[in-house]
């Protein structure tokens, strides 16, 4: 089989690159350590048993990370740590001999000649016999942190093996009797202290940053060598179909704040500057990238499942690959997060999906460590599967005539930023091109931005660029939530420049009732519509074409809170019901506001008439809009003829005569006219009967318990299982007594409180 341009393109990377280690060790002289630690002294070498035991003496039980968290738990980490004031180095005679070794450990590394590597002190750590520190991961504190230095002081001990694992290689480093051991290793290996069986280990801990910011360079390079990587993007970028991207695979793990072409790890730094050479000769944009990887195999348990933590200081991480026989890849998906170009720009809000035709890898992900991983046992089709997620770096290649469509679909705040850019320095034609080039994809990608500042450039673009198609595409994905009183003078250069029938097209389209349906309020929604007035208020100031904006909006905002209320009357249940319609109190209330604000007297007047034509349906919305508004503000909002309506419903509702004791009558509320309901309304209807034995089989007792269920009846449901069907008994109780007093006691209580508001006109 034929390889593909992107295959030939990782091979010619791995036969080029040559592999560094992730970890390097050396040993060293202890002449030029000179350390003294308070409560103890000057520390001799080799450290003695005796002065061991005095640093414990002083020293306290070392804590890890986890997550936000810092935790202290002897089963993953069990060690001494000296406290760090107490513990003083001469750094100029120290440095005689650690400026040596840290210049043989950046080679064996990987690092290039002109980086600049140095370390911080983090801790002095004294493991005694039987203590450890289960499998972790050290957290990058810094942007220049790359890794993590131990320098493990002469002592004798046995076990304390320090072992560093990445993907499926081990590396095992043991202390040394009469000289100084150094290991340095990448910062996302995972690493762990094998318990000490006697002895003292004792080591001073450094965190290790690449601090030149001196860009990496492929030093000799076979001219031939990059002329063929630059073949193969151009043969992978080629043909009319060709993928937008080439995404190659990094072999280590970057954080956000870390991820820098001067700080690349390993042989990651080659691969990165040989594919940037490739990139300048096959006209190619280049970033360096942030990658998730989510990987689903067919498993299955090799044997009974035993998990192993590994923590670090900030993260525990769980591996669960040594449980399980992975056969083959069901499916992968990778998705970019993160990235800086070549420039040092950054772009840390990503959420671009690649597909497997545009990645490739020196390193296959399966061959490291995952940072989760979750088995499934067998369901049906799929069978037993073992998700994986990776952590990875990448260079992501693409075109350069493509640029803006690229980096569009990863960041449509990028793209309303480069328009505005173009429209302002005069290329208004450029720009339109640009815009153009968005509409296939703009909907979705621009629908998942919502922050305020997208939202006022883009509406901004929108009126600038003068075409109304064009306008109407790069707003189209808004939703009418996203609006507030900052967006009403660009609302109103809309109208101004494209007419009332351009924004009432495009306000449908930002209409929640377009979107979803009704079953319940929508809690985002009611809560822009309790900030419309002081939009209404901003559009009212801003002009003539701001007013008709506000009608539009008031418009579609009425028609989603009629829709609401529809929907909460038919509601079955009484108590979500009441809850929906008077959460549905204060988005009725803003209307009337805005309403009143911009002039719409018929959507006021509709309003009124909704509060007082429904019944005792919208009696608990109608109270709680008098409770929301100021009696001040009910004259103007026209709630002084709900208020009368309230009251004159409440008092005929206090007027019913009180159930009787003896009263067990239940009306059941409307809905399926099935015979099974028929014979149950009977049954709640006769005011003498408490009890019914009803014979049915499974279903007809299911759709009964529904029923009484879903409208909340004072009825128990029980099923004797004895005979064939087996019967259902229902039983009327005490409850429905209950409830009608505490239901006349809120309507006592709401007659109170409109007889204590005061409508007096407020003077000012």
């Not at 070498?45 to 935790?71: D, F, K, N, W």
């Not at 991983?373 to 069978?383: D, H, V």
């Not at 250069?493 to 309020?521: C, F, I, K, N």
């Not at 014979?679 to 005011?687: I, W």
Request: glycine share 8%.
């Amino acid at each position: 089989m034929n390889s593909t341009a992107r295959e030939r393109l990782a091979a010619l990377l791995v036969n080029d690159v040559k592999k560094s280690g992730f970890s390097a060790g050396r040993t060293a002289p202890t002449g030029d350590l000179h350390l003294e630690v308070q409560g103890v002294g000057t520390i001799k070498l080799p450290v003695s048993q005796a002065q061991a035991r005095q640093l414990c003496a002083i020293s306290r039980p070392a804590r890890y990370g986890q997550g936000e968290r810092t935790l202290l738990d002897k089963r993953v980490r069990d060690t001494w740590e000296v406290p760090k004031t107490r513990v003083k180095i001469d750094e100029r005679r120290w440095n005689q001999t650690l400026g040596p070794v840290l210049d043989q450990l950046k080679s064996e590394l990987g690092f290039p000649v002109s980086s600049q590597l140095r370390v911080e002190f983090h801790s002095m750590l004294v493991y005694a016999p039987g203590q450890f520190f289960l499998p972790h991961q050290d957290s990058e504190k810094d942007d220049a942190m790359v890794g993590s230095v131990v320098v493990g002081l002469p002592s004798a001990f046995t076990g304390g093996a320090l072992e560093i694992r990445q993907g499926a290689e081990t590396v095992t480093y043991r202390g040394s009797k009469k000289s100084l051991s150094f290991v340095g290793f990448f910062s996302d290996c995972q690493h762990q202290v094998k318990p000490v069986t006697s002895g003292y280990r004792v080591v001073l801990t450094y965190d290790l940053l690449a601090v030149s910011e001196t860009l990496q360079m492929p030093g000799e390079v076979d001219s031939e060598l990059i002329g063929k990587l630059a073949g193969c993007l151009e043969e992978h970028f080629g043909t009319p179909d060709a993928p937008e991207h080439l995404v190659f695979l990094l072999d280590h793990q970057y954080t956000p704040r870390a991820l820098s072409w001067s700080r690349l790890k390993g042989a990651d730094g080659r691969s990165a500057t040989l594919l940037e050479a490739a990139a300048e000769r096959a006209d190619c944009e280049v970033v360096l990238a942030l990658v998730d990887v989510h990987e689903t195999w067919s498993a299955y348990e090799s044997e009974p499942p035993s998990r192993s933590y590994r923590h670090s200081r900030y993260n525990a991480i769980e591996d669960d690959g040594e449980d399980y026989d992975v056969e083959e890849l069901i499916e992968s998906d990778i998705t970019l997060h993160a990235w800086i170009d070549r420039s040092g720009t950054r772009e840390s809000d990503l959420a671009l999906f690649v597909g497997d035709n545009e990645v490739c890898a020196s390193t296959p992900s399966q061959s490291l460590e995952p940072y989760s991983s979750e088995y499934e046992g067998y369901m049906g089709n799929w069978g037993n599967t073992l998700d994986r997620w990776y952590h990875r770096g990448a260079v992501v290649l693409w075109p350069r005539h493509r640029a803006f469509v690229v980096r569009a679909k990863a960041s449509p705040t990028w793209a309303i930023d480069t328009l505005t850019a173009q429209i302002h320095t005069g290329n208004l034609e450029g720009a339109r091109n640009m815009a153009t080039a968005l509409a296939p994809f703009w909907d979705r990608e621009a629908g998942r931005v919502t922050t305020g500042a997208f939202i006022s450039s883009a509406l901004s673009v929108a009126q600038l660029i003068e075409e109304p198609e064009l306008a109407a595409m790069l707003l189209g994905s808004f939703h009418l939530e996203m609006l507030n009183h900052t967006h009403a003078k660009t609302l109103s250069a809309l109208v101004d420049s494209y007419g009332e029938a351009w924004m009432t097209t495009l306000v449908a389209q930002w209409s929640p009732v377009r979107r979803q349906h009704y079953s319940s309020t929508s809690e985002s929604t009611a809560a822009w519509i309790a900030t419309l007035p002081q939009l209404c208020e901003a559009l009212n100031q801003a002009g003539g074409a701001g007013a008709t904006a506000a009608q539009l909006l008031l418009a579609t905002a009425k028609s989603w809170t009629c829709e609401a209320i529809e929907s909460g009357l038919k509601e079955p249940s009484p108590s979500r019901r009441r809850q929906h319609l008077t959460d549905l109190g204060l988005p009725v209330a803003a209307l009337l506001r805005s309403a009143v604000i911009v002039g719409a007297d018929s959507i006021r007047n509709e309003l009124i008439a909704l509060m007082c034509s429904g019944g005792d349906g919208v009696l608990d919305c109608a109270i709680a809009v008098l409770r929301t508004t100021p009696p001040t503000h009910w004259q103007i909002t026209g709630l002084r003829l709900v208020k009368a309506y309230v009251r004159f419903t409440v008092e005929g509702l206090l007027a019913v005569a009180q159930r009787g004791d003896d009263d067990w009558s239940i009306p059941l509320p409307p809905g399926c006219r099935c015979d099974l309901c028929s014979t149950l309304a009977t049954f709640l209807g006769d005011p003498a009967q408490t009890q019914l034995e009803w014979p049915l089989r499974q279903d007809g007792r299911a759709h009964v318990h529904h029923r009484i269920d879903a409208s909340e009846l004072p009825v128990t449901h029980q099923t004797r299982r004895t005979g064939r069907p087996y019967t259902l008994v229902l039983t009327k109780t005490d409850a429905l007594f209950e409830r009608e007093r505490q239901e006349r006691y809120r309507f006592e209580t709401q007659l109170a409180w409109l007889d204590g508001s005061s409508e007096i006109t407020n003077p000012g």
